[in-house]
């Protein structure tokens, strides 16, 4: 299995500011995924971050407003720019191991 | 054709009884399906899973039934308990390992 860290766990912003969330591995893995999931909804898949390349991001979400960083097999980095009230919600780092998908706790942010 | 519908939305069971949640697709490339459970406050964590070459699986109180002709699998939870309350999603896999989430059932076991 794998164990994952987000920070922060919460946070409350000003709109136009940006956040950044981290998400630690305990073990290198070679993909890494950032989902969105808005308060008792489904989760909905913002990108897959690889090792080495840059981030693929599914349609509705760009690198501008959603920056992702992955330096190296254990670490990556969502940045929420430019935020909006429309931005809060529970974002989900998810990483890949032995094919199994498991789930950090998320980072419940919420935007005034 | 990427949707997974899940139904139902929320479900209330007595402690004991048998819990079941439905969920169909419609893409034939999805060649992976998982069932997460999670709990408030919590990330999604993997429960059981199934290939589309297997009709049933099953691990302890859990089972998943699949269907490939109709499109649709199911998870039971047999006896269930009140430590079992929780939202459950299923999901399907596509190429990439990318995953797509039914809509979820928020699962009430009353003891």
């Known amino acids: 299995s794998a164990v994952i860290s987000q920070k922060p766990s919460r946070d409350i912003c000003q709109r136009g500011t940006s956040l950044t969330i981290q998400c630690q591995v305990d073990s290198q893995v070679t993909m890494m995924f950032w989902y969105r999931q808005q308060p008792g909804q489904s989760l909905t898949l913002i990108a897959t971050?690889?090792?080495?390349?840059?981030?693929?991001?599914e349609s509705g979400f760009v690198i501008d407003k959603f920056p992702i960083s992955r330096p190296n097999l254990t670490f990556s980095t969502l940045t929420v720019s430019n935020m909006s009230p429309e931005d809060s919600s529970i974002y989900l780092c998810?990483?890949?191991?032995?094919?199994?998908?498991?789930f950090g706790a998320g980072t419940r942010l919420s935007v005034l | 054709q990427q949707q997974v519908k899940q139904s139902p939305q929320s479900l209330i069971v007595q402690k004991g009884g048998i819990s079941i949640i439905n969920c169909a697709y419609e893409n034939t490339a999805f060649d992976y399906f998982p069932w997460y459970q999670q709990f408030p406050g919590k990330g999604p964590a993997l429960l059981i899973a199934?290939?589309?070459?297997?009709s049933e699986k099953k691990e302890g109180r859990f089972t998943i039934s699949f269907n490939k002709s109709a499109k649709q699998f199911s998870l039971h939870i047999m006896d269930s308990q009140p430590g079992d309350s929780a939202t459950y999603f299923c999901?399907?896999?596509?190429?990439?390992?990318?995953?797509?989430f039914g809509g979820g059932t928020r699962l009430m076991v009353k003891p």
């Open positions: 998810s990483s890949l191991a032995k094919n199994i998908q498991y």
């Open positions: 199934i290939r589309p070459d297997v």
């Open positions: 999901a399907a896999r596509r190429a990439g390992n990318m995953l797509t």
């Open positions: 971050a690889n090792q080495g390349s840059e981030a693929t991001y």
